[in-house]
DNA sequence: CTTGACACAGAACAGATGTTCAGTTACAAT
DNA sequence: ATTGTAACTGAACATCTGTTCTGTGTCAAG
């Protein structure tokens, strides 16, 4: 008994294939190709399962046109969806928040998958920056994290944001709530505690969407 | 003037719109099609364009495979080397690290760029774990956040892993440390003091290379 | 047994596609 | 003026490649 869309075998020794093969190559596999490679010698017969597999939405096709597949991101996604964030700079406490596109741009940019990044709205530009120094511990951010961040003057409740304290000379990650009159800047370790600000000493520089540490070997090493 | 390896016009022209396509179809353009989209009429001198950039390494070729180019991934990254890791579970205090990744198989994987693991080996398999609760405060990790380990049951001093201590019932993220006859466990919060505990209670599950913390739209507790 | 759907094999066909080649133009160097 | 190179044109060619067609074997339903 057969699910009505289960997938036989070959056509799950097709879908692997079709998959390795775009990665190594980088462009779709022919129909030859594919019946080579999965043991199969008639062209009729791939063509065939290439349409079951379409009819089940595990990848689409272009009439006539020669290697016209493409995995279906839902089922098997091949081609990653993702986004290049330029890094503009780093971020420390003691210096206000500047996107420097121009002076890093040669730098590598991060590249993430896009669903990973919550509220991906490509119409708001997205920077990256670098996390000078320790002290923004209380953010729950380490020295050399970097920041994911799209800019934005304007901040909602819940935002975790970036912004400079112009009464205290002071650049800082906090998690943003309008009080009353008053700005509550939370941090994100829950222990500390929050600061009630005046908005007028407050200057939202952009919103963090992620924050990445890359762990590989920090650095205290100790040689044997 | 044009430099040595200067590109014309046209092959500016050719990169993008080769760019373009494969981004919208998923598969390279044939010689023809490029052509048309940038305005020549002989499929000599597209081929010949195209020589020239496999020459400039814009992009290599497969010889007579039908649309059989790729772009390189040095000068015009076009196909993002992303490394795909499957989300396998969550880790919390209280329950010691597993990668159930067949439980989680059908959840949407982690895509990141290769570059931006440190010490990418691809003999080594990676994890996705989803950290449960804010006992992982010490390590700088907050209820939500992303691990990417590699399992490991051996770990050299300065690695950030995962242990088990068997003495406590406690799973654990801190950098690891050989100190004489005991192991020195450090949270990553230099606030937080570390511990020196005997080997025999460490089990070692993992070596952590990546966090990722997603800031979307946190708690937005806050009624009224 | 018959029927029909399904999966498959093999072959043939038409069009798509990379390759090659003789010839042309533009331009700088000798 | 002559040479040489790079860029280009147009066309022809061989083959790659998706499509289609006829036929076979299996298997469950009638």
Do not use: C
């Amino acid at each position: 008994m057969s699910e009505p869309n289960r997938l036989s075998h070959r056509q799950q020794a097709m879908l692997d294939f079709i998959r390795s093969f775009m990665v190594e190559t980088g462009y779709p596999p022919t129909i030859r190709e594919i019946g080579r490679a999965v043991g199969i010698s008639s062209t009729s017969v791939v063509n065939y399962n290439l349409n079951r597999l379409q009819e089940m939405k595990y990848l689409s096709r272009e009439r006539d046109v020669s290697r016209g597949l493409r995995l279906s991101v839902g089922k098997s996604r091949l081609i990653p969806d993702v986004v290049r964030i330029p890094l503009a700079g780093g971020i420390r406490a003691g210096e206000p928040v500047e996107f420097n596109v121009e002076a890093f741009g040669d730098e590598d940019p991060i590249e993430l998958s896009r669903d990973l990044l919550p509220h991906y709205d490509r119409s708001q530009p997205l920077y990256a920056l670098q996390v000078r120094g320790d002290s923004m511990i209380d953010a729950m951010v380490n020295d050399g994290d970097i920041v994911i961040m799209t800019p934005h003057h304007a901040a909602r409740d819940g935002d975790m944001v970036a912004v400079w304290l112009s009464d205290r000379d002071e650049s800082t990650l906090k998690y943003y709530y309008q009080e009353g009159d008053r700005i509550r800047l939370q941090p994100a370790n829950p222990i500390m505690a929050p600061i009630l600000v005046d908005p007028s000493v407050v200057q939202v520089k952009g919103k963090v969407l992620m924050v990445v540490r890359q762990l590989g070997k920090p650095a205290a090493h100790h040689s044997t």
